[in-house]
């Protein structure tokens, strides 16, 4: 098991509920990330943080709201989502924004929007 | 936008045999490259980090970096069916956003 952990594994919701995804690192580590990876897809980079402030915004729906309290614990908040945003939700920390500092992932959470 | 293009595979091998996984990325300035393998189901874990042309060698993985030709490698040797697993390439550059951009991976079979 890595050091950063990710609630809840599983989630089924419909088209017009509310929920949020959180993930928490305990590695000391100041940068987090949030992907999709879908199918046969890349892993798509969703938002990144750096000790609290995010540093990037790849063009996601607004229906996906991040939030990064402190460097611990980093939220996806979802709201009306669509059925082609089931997904694995990838949680990563690095130590910094770093070239060389490698990602360590959580174990996702597998949403399914009906 | 960077590219990290990777064969989908599926890439099947005997057990025992060597397994050759390439990448290639367009972006000249990347600077640090990474090898993350996926099982079913999992979320990726690193393999081997590399940032030097040449070799670089832990246990039965040896990464390959030339970035005259903007590729990189990963070799496993005498492959176990353990190995079977999606193999993800990772590339980054120093001096830019400090984000890697990963390629689609690519399924890796090891039959026995």
């Known amino acids: 098991e890595t050091g950063v952990t990710q609630t809840p594994r599983h989630l089924v919701m419909g088209m017009t509920n509310k929920k949020s995804l959180k993930c928490e690192q305990h590695l000391g580590h100041n940068a987090m990330y949030w992907y999709k990876q879908s199918a046969k897809k890349p892993l798509e980079l969703m938002f990144v943080y750096s000790l609290e402030e995010r540093v990037e915004n790849n063009s996601v729906p607004s229906r996906f709201s991040p939030e990064c309290p402190n460097s611990s614990h980093l939220f996806l908040h979802l709201h009306t989502l669509q059925p082609e945003d089931s997904a694995l939700y990838l949680c990563a920390s690095s130590q910094d924004l770093d070239a060389y500092n490698e990602q360590f992932f959580g174990p996702g959470t597998r949403l399914t929007v009906l | 936008q960077k590219e990290v293009e990777q064969n989908s595979g599926p890439l099947s091998v005997p057990e025992g045999a060597i397994a050759s996984l390439n990448c290639t990325y367009s972006?000249?300035?990347?600077?640090?490259f990474f090898w993350y393998r996926q099982y079913s189901g999992k979320s990726p874990e690193l393999i081997m980090s590399?940032?030097?042309?040449g070799d670089k060698e832990d246990g039965r993985f040896t990464a390959q970096l030339n970035k005259a030709s903007q590729y990189v490698s990963l070799l496993i040797r005498d492959s176990q069916p353990s190995d079977s697993a999606t193999y993800l390439c990772?590339?980054?550059?120093?001096?830019?956003?400090?984000?890697?951009?990963f390629g689609r991976g690519t399924s890796l079979i090891v039959h026995p």
């Open positions: 972006d000249r300035v990347s600077q640090s």
């Open positions: 590399i940032y030097s042309n």
């Open positions: 990772a590339v980054n550059e120093a001096g830019g956003s400090y984000i890697p951009t």
